[in-house]
């Protein structure tokens, strides 16, 4: 399972951003090729990778790019290199031109020493037709591991509509996040966006205090996928927020004890302080131990590199 | 070829109020509707007759002319309405693309038959069953002549046998949602807008409470049905004209902060970056000055249709 509850987003081309980047105890990265890089600096943008991959990876954190839709072949040729995790491809509007990015990464993993099928496509639906689509989208490679809407609260669909997307607005065009989702769990795939998740980067996106609410709204709606990050001030409370709490685990093990008990008596469901434990209970459960292992694994991981990068580089805080 | 449109009033005309025909032209609408369909058929042959002669009335001033067909009576219908001056056909309640296949062929003979130009009759899709939303990529798809979907509630509410209410609008977010995205993720794009024209409005106004709405109320659920992605309504009287092109209509306000984020980003680009702050913890990137851009344009179309109509009518 990757767990990657806050993920730092950032033009690959602003160094300030960059140099800092592995500092900020993010789970990932996500650096991006597309709206964050003017477009006359998109060409001088693809000779980065290889020299910004090391820098950002220091901290332990997993390294994403958002590739540009419309020069996805010359983004791939620059991106996929060692140390990519993956690709994530705005404005997907079909399985076949998914297709073609899958091919087009297999034959630069080969090139590059690579494992194949080492790195993840996350299709970002963000079009009217992308969400029509989404179905056929999902299941159109198998280097797509997670999916869901486009990450943030849909201005790009906005602006197909010609309308502005208004966070906790009733608007029938917003609900797009809802239905990627019912295709990621109807697919069994990891929901990339959950439906509880509010203020994206289209709306207040500093708030720490919003982002640690989002993030508790989604693991207590039982989405354990973080989002993206375009400010610092987000990771630390998006990621403890996602984390599951010490008093929750104990009680998911004391679910899944309790279940375990009344299955070996030959009964179906009990009440357990005030609610009814039964298989899907105790399946929830071992999901959420699941996620605490792995969010442990992670923040594991991320001590050690970080432990590491501080002694290399002669510096702390 | 199609010319480019902006509608956002399509006044419903009832055909047998002689007086209502020939003064629908005042009411300002961007397009007035003859209501063929709502005709008892006892009476539709007579009205079919003076169908010829009510058009140059319905598209006086600038306005457009439409005429609502029954697929019941389809070919005496289109033949009728089928004449110089006429815009389109609004044909109630498809429910497959066969439904549209008939109605465009039906008017291609009718466009050579009496002296139209061809392929330039559009056709305007009223969704009013289940059957129908569950087929609407089909039927957006079965003819170019298909520039607008709509959606009439009340056949829908009846044939699910519930009511809304103000907590919930059991259309809201699948009918709506469902026609928005399929309507928008049709591969064409028209008259600067993606995808298909759509026309709509939330509840309440959508059902029941037509006739009490006041101005305010049909400007403000226009101006909400805006923001969800509509484009333009059905507007069951007159009096819900006015309100309908203010509220379809981009505000002041609107332009104003659009003009805004187009300043922040265009200042981000001038020094490399492509995404600025914008204030409250909020940033601007491309996609946000490309809405804007649209926004804007909007305005611009509603104020040049405004102004069509109105050098019309002086």
């Not at chain 2, 559009?122 to 129908?132: A, P, T, Y």
Request: proline share 6%; hydrophobic share 40%.
């Amino acid at each position: 399972m990757q767990v990657n509850r806050a993920a730092l987003f950032m033009a690959i081309n602003n160094p300030r951003f960059i140099e800092a980047a592995w500092t900020r105890g993010v789970d990932g990265v996500i650096l991006d090729m597309e709206d964050a890089v003017a477009e006359p600096h998109k060409v001088d943008a693809r000779k980065l990778p290889t020299e910004v991959y090391p820098q950002v990876s220091k901290g332990g954190g997993i390294i994403q790019v958002r590739i540009n839709h419309m020069y996805w072949e010359a983004d791939l040729e620059a991106t996929v290199w060692p140390g990519l995790s993956g690709i994530l491809y705005p404005k997907s509007e079909s399985a076949e031109e998914i297709r073609r990015v899958d091919a087009k990464i297999t034959t630069l993993e080969r090139a590059r020493g690579m494992r194949p099928g080492s790195v993840e496509i996350q299709p970002l639906i963000e079009t009217p037709r992308g969400v029509v689509n989404s179905y056929e989208i999902a299941q159109s490679s198998p280097r797509i591991k997670s999916f869901g809407g486009g990450g943030g609260i849909g201005v790009d669909v906005g602006r197909d509509f010609g309308v502005e997307i208004i966070p906790g607005a009733p608007q029938a065009v917003g609900d797009y996040n809802a239905e990627c989702e019912l295709v990621a769990r109807g697919l069994e795939m990891t929901v990339s966006a959950g439906a509880k998740a509010g203020q994206g980067p289209g709306g207040d996106v500093v708030s720490g205090n919003i982002a640690f609410e989002e993030a508790e709204a989604n693991r207590k709606a039982g989405f354990f996928t973080g989002r993206l990050c375009l400010h610092p001030n987000r990771v630390e409370p998006m990621i403890r927020g996602l984390t599951s709490p010490p008093e929750e685990v104990e009680e998911a093990a004391q679910i899944i004890a309790k279940f375990e008990e009344i299955d070996a008596a030959g009964e179906v469901s009990c009440e357990f302080r005030g609610r009814t434990v039964d298989k899907w209970e105790a399946d929830r459960a071992r999901r959420l131990l699941e996620w605490a292992d792995a969010c442990a694994l992670k923040d594991r991981k991320k001590e050690v590199a970080m432990k590491r990068a501080k002694a290399e580089l002669g510096v702390d805080f | 070829m199609i010319k480019e449109f902006v509608r956002r009033s399509l006044l419903m005309v009832p055909p047998s109020d002689r007086d209502a025909v020939e003064q629908a032209w005042t009411h300002n609408a961007d397009a007035n509707v003859f209501d063929l369909h709502s005709v008892p058929y006892e009476q539709k042959n007579g009205i079919r007759a003076q169908l010829r002669d009510a058009i140059p009335f319905l598209c006086k001033g600038a306005s457009e002319a439409f005429v609502n067909v029954s697929q019941a009576h389809l070919h005496a219908d289109i033949e009728a309405a089928v004449w110089p001056g006429l815009a389109g056909i609004l044909l109630s309640y498809p429910e497959s693309s066969e439904d549209v296949s008939k109605v465009d062929q039906t008017i291609g003979e009718m466009e050579l038959k009496h002296g139209v130009d061809v392929g330039t009759i559009e056709v305007v899709v009223m969704i009013g069953s289940m059957k129908g939303v569950w087929n609407i990529p089909e039927i957006c798809t079965a003819s170019p002549r298909v520039t607008t979907i709509g959606l009439d509630d009340e056949p829908i509410l009846e044939e699910l046998g519930v009511l809304p209410n103000p907590d919930i609008d059991p259309l809201g977010h699948f009918v709506r949602g469902r026609m928005v995205y399929e309507a928008a993720g049709i591969d064409e794009t028209l008259h600067g807008h993606h995808g298909l024209y759509r026309l709509g409005i939330d509840f309440p106004l959508c059902s029941f409470q037509r006739s009490s709405a006041s101005p305010e109320e049909v400007e403000l659920a226009a101006h909400d049905a805006r923001n969800s992605a509509f484009n333009g309504a059905i507007c069951p009287s007159p009096e819900w004209v006015e309100p309908c092109n203010r509220g379809f209509t981009p505000t002041d306000a609107q332009i104003e902060h659009h003009h805004k984020v187009q300043e922040t980003y265009a200042a981000g680009v001038a020094i490399g970056r492509g995404a600025m702050p914008f204030g409250d913890g909020r940033f601007v990137e491309r996609p946000y000055d490309e809405l804007a851009k649209k926004v804007i344009t909007l305005r611009e179309q509603c104020e040049e249709r405004d102004a069509e109509k109105k050098s019309a009518r002086s």
